[in-house]
């Protein structure tokens, strides 16, 4: 004798499968250029889009030297990385005698999509300053790398504006290497 409900649950339980598949499937939205490479792939048809779409290194983007001549030593720690699932992250760097530091923040792809910082900023009121970086109060300078917006906060001067000089300087470095 054939159990009817057994095969009414294969069923069931095949259909429910492939819905959750293919709408899994549907919100990813991966194209070929965001698949990791496999040996014997052809290369991505941008190379562009392919760098857009990993993850960045923050605490590559400056060198130690770099971040030593603004906040001084740094007692030989790492600086502190925070990745987010975004394809953005973090670095903070920070001098422990002296409380100067050095924050940069990658956002992920399509956070700036038309290559320019959204009109409104998380911040508040800001000041515009050279090559689209806006500047907000806290030392926060806002700025775009192609399709991500991003910020650096550098602090060695707690009144003033002396540190936007410095994060002009930087952002410019980051800028090259993202």
């Known amino acids: ?24 499937a549907a919100a990813c939205g991966s194209t070929p250029a965001e698949q990791p490479a496999r040996a014997g792939d052809a290369a991505p048809a941008s190379a562009g889009a ?6 960045v290194d923050v605490c590559a983007l400056l060198t130690v030297d770099e971040v030593t001549q603004v906040i001084g ?23 422990p005698d002296t409380y100067h530091s050095i924050t940069v923040e990658i956002g992920g792809p399509g956070t700036a999509v038309t290559g320019k910082l959204p009109d409104e900023s998380p911040y508040g009121q800001t000041e515009a300053g050279p090559d689209g970086i806006r500047f907000a109060s806290g030392g926060i300078a806002e700025f775009v790398v192609r399709d991500r917006a991003c910020e650096i906060q550098v602090v060695t001067n707690a ?15 980051v800028r090259g290497r993202a």
């Open 73 to 95: 030593a740094q007692g030989g720690t790492d600086p502190q990385a925070r990745t987010k699932g975004n394809g953005g992250g973090s670095c903070v760097w920070e001098n």
């Open 1 to 24: 004798m054939t159990d009817v409900r057994g095969r009414g649950w294969r069923a069931w339980w095949l259909s429910a499968a492939a819905v959750a598949v293919m709408s899994a």
């Open 159 to 173: 009144a003033g504006t002396a540190d936007r000089t410095t994060a002009v300087r930087l952002i410019g470095l």
């Open 50 to 55: 392919a760098a857009e779409a990993k993850q």
